[in-house]
T-cell receptor
Framework: QKEVEQNSGPLSVPEGAIASLNCTYS??????FFWYRQYSGKSPELIMF??SNGDKEDGRFTAQLNKASQYVSLLIRDSQPSDSATYLC???????????WGAGTKLIIKP | SAVISQKPSRDICQRGTSLTIQCQVD?????MFWYRQQPGQSLTLIAT?????????ESGFVIDKFPISRPNLTFSTLTVSNMSPEDSSIYLC?????????????FGPGTRLTVT
């Protein structure tokens, strides 16, 4: 069974520091990897996706993918209180475009 | 990214009744999905809505309980039938968009359902 694992947290990070969120997946055939942010009471919002090994940067966010070790991570630089949310990792391995979801990591940025 | 709207945004329903949730997208999309999210939990895929044919349901979800329609590439409905308190949840419409080799999936604002 295909699985995506995340630490549920909460992960507490001081304002201005780097928040590091991790995700591992079981299916070696996985090809696409996504990070979503979900504020309480809101729907998930796509913030990053990555397909190739290495780093992908977008503003304060960096996604890192290591297919050999089957993990993907999200770094948030200069963390702000507004970054406090649950971060969901999702992986697509098949041709039907369905995503396999992690349980999410709750991130708290402390002023 | 596609703009997705859902109606209603929330509802309180009595047990044994049915509710139909509508999902409208501002552009034609190939993939549409319906998810459920229980409070404090991650997302559970209910089904893939197929245009012009029967939806593809995930394990644990059946058409009699969650009938889905998708008459065209911009619209879908999910009905929650014969509701019980266990159906209280947030129901989310999601669309998948292909842009060359890239694939992205976006969510509507959700429908918060409470069954009493």
């Amino acid at each position: 069974q295909k699985e995506v694992e995340q630490n549920s947290g909460p992960l507490s990070v001081p304002e201005g520091a780097i928040a590091s969120l991790n995700c591992t997946y079981s299916d070696r055939g996985s090809q696409s990897f996504f990070w979503y942010r979900q504020y309480s009471g809101k729907s998930p919002e796509l913030i990053m996706f990555i397909y190739s090994n290495g780093d992908k940067e977008d503003g304060r966010f960096t996604a890192q993918l290591n297919k050999a070790s089957q993990y993907v991570s999200l770094l948030i630089r200069d963390s702000q209180p507004s970054d406090s949310a649950t971060y969901l990792c999702a992986v697509n391995a098949g041709s039907n475009y369905q995503l396999i979801w992690g349980a999410g990591t709750k991130l708290i940025i402390k002023p | 990214s596609a703009v997705i709207s859902q109606k209603p945004s929330r509802d309180i329903c009595q047990r044994g009744t049915s509710l139909t949730i509508q999902c409208q997208v501002d552009s034609q999309v190939t993939m549409m999905f319906w998810y459920r999210q229980q409070p404090g939990q991650s997302l559970t895929l209910i089904a893939t809505a197929n245009q012009g044919s029967e939806a593809t349901y995930e394990s644990g979800f059946v058409i009699d309980k969650f009938p889905i329609s998708r008459p065209n590439l911009t619209f879908s409905t999910l009905t929650v039938s014969n509701m019980s308190p266990e159906d209280s949840s947030i129901y989310l419409c999601s669309v998948g968009a292909l842009d060359g080799p890239s694939y992205e999936q976006y969510f509507g604002p959700g429908t918060r359902l409470t069954v009493t």
